[in-house]
């Protein structure tokens, strides 16, 4: 059964893959109408708004963010494992996770390792069994790639010597924009002087939403007019970050061109010009993933990482899925780390990424 079961999974996720855009990176809409949707809810959110409250306290960001996660699929596995440690669960524990998008592959690897940790330590106690699972899951999370070394334990951006860049990349609609301001928003917070260089040219919405952001932000943005040389833009960033003293630059690009090629080459130039400019930059290149998604971001993931080496993922909209076990599949298959997750649509819910209270906050309750 648990054989069978994975070989469907495997066929409908070809059939998925085939049925991806072949010369666009997995682009959500022509005119990236997601990111200026979201930006108008964003405008009209109240900032002061307060989290909403289960059982009596206030819960967290990220556990706010996972709770239709949560209460779809994660909720169910306690009950799974006080059923027994037989077959049967394993195979319901392996469709579970499957169904909750943690993917077939990353899947197996958290299903055997935790069975044989159950065989080497003689463990009997569903309870105990359940406790390895969730160390096993965060072990999957727990991705360090040695880059992007810019940020405290906290999560407070510490600035190298000179100025920290931040290479933020992704597909139009994931959120990407709306994401940077967030960001913004969030070292402003911090007392940190920001700049944003608005180097999507390809579409105007871009420019304008990020200049909307910048406003909302109170940080210096950085345009020229639509269709003009990404390059350029990065480089006047850069120049008008060093002039103005600036701890961080943070670099919108484009998501969508004519072809997947001539995207990930404008890509590169503009890697290159970071480079001339900031040799030992960009210090994080940042990969904006929609969370609603699901599989599919895993393939534009692919894409972005072999063009621009990225090297952490900020995962968008976690609140608006059932399905977060992607976050799995991203650190397992990736072997990059998630960075932040977007926890809601207001300035400030943009949450660090703690491997152990994402874990924590999906067997809550």
Same mark, same amino acid.
Do not use: C
């Given at each position: 059964?648990?054989? @069978?079961?994975? #070989? @469907?999974?495997?066929?409908?996720?070809?059939?998925?893959?085939?049925?991806?855009?072949?010369?666009?990176?997995?682009?959500?809409?022509?005119?990236?109408?997601?990111?200026?949707?979201?930006?108008?809810?964003?405008?009209?959110?109240?900032?002061?708004?307060?989290?909403?409250?289960?059982?009596?306290?206030?819960?967290?960001? !990220?556990?706010?963010? %996972?709770? @239709?996660? #949560?209460k779809t699929w994660f909720g169910r596995i306690g009950g799974i494992f006080k059923r027994g440690l037989d077959d049967a669960l394993w195979e319901e524990l392996e469709e579970t996770l499957i169904a909750a998008d943690t993917g077939v592959q990353t899947t197996i690897r958290i299903i055997e390792d935790v069975q044989a940790r159950v065989k080497e330590e003689s463990i009997r106690e569903p309870d105990k069994a359940l406790d390895a699972?969730?160390?096993?899951?965060?072990?999957?999370?727990? !991705?360090?790639?040695?880059?992007?070394?810019?940020?405290?334990?906290?999560?407070?951006?510490?600035?190298?010597?000179?100025?920290? +860049?931040?290479? +933020?990349?992704?597909?139009?609609?994931?959120?990407?924009?709306?994401s940077i301001g967030k960001m913004a928003h969030t070292y402003t917070a911090q007392g940190k002087k920001v700049v944003l260089a608005a180097a999507d040219t390809f579409r105007a919405a871009a420019i304008d939403q990020l200049k909307k952001w910048g406003e909302r932000a109170g940080v210096d943005v950085v345009a020229h007019q639509q269709g003009a040389d990404p390059g350029a833009v990065v480089f006047d960033a850069l120049t008008a970050a060093e002039k103005r003293e600036a701890d961080v630059v943070i670099i919108d690009t484009a998501g969508r061109l004519h072809t997947k090629a001539n995207l990930m080459e404008e890509?590169?130039? %503009?890697?290159?010009?970071?480079?001339?400019?900031?040799?030992?930059?960009?210090?994080? +290149?940042?990969l904006v993933l929609d969370a609603t998604s699901?599989?599919?971001?895993?393939?534009?993931?692919?894409?972005?990482?072999?063009?621009?080496?990225?090297?952490?993922?900020?995962?968008?909209?976690?609140?608006?899925t059932a399905k977060g076990g992607i976050v799995f599949s991203i650190c397992d298959q990736l072997r990059v780390p998630v960075?932040? +997750?977007?926890?809601?649509?207001?300035?400030?819910?943009?949450?660090?990424?703690?491997?152990? @209270?994402f874990v924590e906050a999906l067997f809550a309750g």
């Open positions: 059964m648990m054989v @069978r079961f994975f #070989r @469907r999974k495997k066929d409908d996720e070809a059939a998925s893959d085939q049925g991806a855009p072949n010369e666009e990176v997995g682009a959500a809409s022509e005119d990236g109408a997601e990111e200026v949707q979201e930006a108008a809810a964003t405008e009209v959110a109240t900032t002061e708004d307060a989290l909403p409250e289960r059982d009596g306290e206030e819960a967290s960001p !990220v556990e706010e963010a %996972v709770e @239709r996660t #949560r699972l969730k160390e096993e899951m965060i072990e999957v999370l727990d !991705v360090d790639t040695g880059r992007g070394k810019i940020w405290s334990s906290s999560g407070d951006l510490e600035s190298p010597e000179g100025i920290a +860049v931040i290479l +933020v990349v992704g597909v139009n609609g994931t959120g990407k924009t709306t890509l590169q130039k %503009v890697d290159r010009v970071i480079q001339r400019k900031v040799p030992d930059a960009p210090h994080e +290149v940042l699901g599989q599919n971001a895993m393939q534009q993931a692919k894409y972005f990482t072999e063009a621009v080496g990225v090297s952490a993922v900020l995962l968008a909209k976690l609140d608006g960075r932040f +997750v977007g926890t809601g649509e207001r300035p400030q819910d943009l949450a660090r990424f703690e491997p152990r @209270r």
